[in-house]
């Protein structure tokens, strides 16, 4: 009787609610216990972030702040953004390909890279407009600049040869982001994994993998589209294929560029940019450029055609090139006041940034066959920034800047490589693209 007694006790209305409370406390809680991260670091776990505090449209006065270096690069790069499409829209409708599709396929790429986990490697600060939370209204002015001049300074040399262009595209577009690389490393405009194989190796704080990144992409971008181009394909056609095409091929050229690495015996394969494959991808660009020149020669009908175009359409033969390179000029100047003026020790960049977590869990590139620290460990990461602040979650927490230990070398280092933009530009923009003058009669 008293089991008959229990047994309806238990599927009583009452009890069964009782039942389903337990059961549902019971799986909420192992779930937030699957989503704790333990940091190492004394502060016990962190749960993972679901809603974080990010705005699109910041308060000026906040940025200031916390972080003015990047107010000057946002306004920098938007600026010379609308530079070059005017630049673009005064003369020929492949320069707006070039301008858009610079534009999408920079888009494409950094979506693309944030979108996998295996290559997420790089957290972009929270500047003054956001797209998203991870992803800056800047960053896209970023890749129509420095890939749109290059590309446009390469065109200017008029090669018969497709390839030499996007040697030459490949080689003075790296010199242009270069700079921009060395000064938002160390101000805080972004942070990167801390022991990811791809940003492992690094000069003066900048991953040798992103500056061979840029010889690569601006080379790739511009054998497409100028192909496109030389080939008569349809604009449209030329700017989606660019737009999709350009960072696959880019990480397939990598990948042989780095074939060094390769090891049967382990299962090693590439994926670790180091100072021998960029030599590589420098070598194979200036080679590309060199045999074009000299075997190839310029395509001097192209040549007349373009000035021709150019002269109908603004009146002279350098399509306000020269405004162009006073861009380039001013870019350069104002990244190297940046790192001279700046403070880097007074700044504080709250955001997303690599998880933290427990120390020593490891994880494994399936492309690369690298491994990595799965989360940054708060007692051995070797990172220009410090941990300061409660964070919110495992991957949105402040970090503060670190003070230069040798200003005077960083400084040296931003103005060598605007030096070489000014002459490189210079003699592509102003040379290569000044009109053939009249002659005698």
Known sequence: VSTARASRRLFSCRHRLCLLDRLWA??????????????????????????????????????????????????????CALLCLVHALANSRWHVS????????????????????????????????MITPRFPVYIPCVYIVFVYVSCVAAERVHLRWVFGNAGIAGLVGALFYAPYDLVGAKHLWWTWHDTDAGV??????????????????????????????????????????ASLLTTPVMMAAMGFMQLSQLDVSIDQRPGMPDLVSLCVAVAVCAAAAAVALLAGGRDEAHKKKQQKKAKEATGDGRRLDALLYLMVVVYGCTLVAVMALSSPESIRSEGAHQTRGECGVMETDPLSNYSREKYLCAHSFDEDFSLCGDPLCASWYPVCGRAHTNRPLYVAAAAALAAGNAVAYGALLLVRGRPAKAKAA
């Open 98 to 129: 070039v301008w858009v599709a610079a534009l999408v396929s920079g888009c494409v790429n950094d979506l693309f890279f944030m979108a996998l986990e295996f290559v997420d490697n790089f957290f972009h600060t929270q500047c003054t407009l």
């Open 200 to 241: 492992r190796l690094r000069w003066l704080g900048v991953p040798i993998g992103s500056t061979m990144w840029t010889v690569v992409h601006c080379g790739v971008f511009a054998l497409l589209l100028v192909g496109a181009r030389r080939h008569r394909v349809h604009a449209l056609v030329a700017v989606v294929a």
């Open 26 to 79: 019971h799986k909420t809680r192992n779930e937030k216990e699957k989503k704790k991260t333990r940091t190492g670091d004394g502060m016990g776990a962190l749960e993972a972030c679901e809603d974080v505090p990010w705005v699109a449209v910041q308060d000026v006065s906040r940025v200031l702040q916390v972080q003015p270096s990047i107010l000057v690069g946002e306004v920098l790069f938007i600026s």
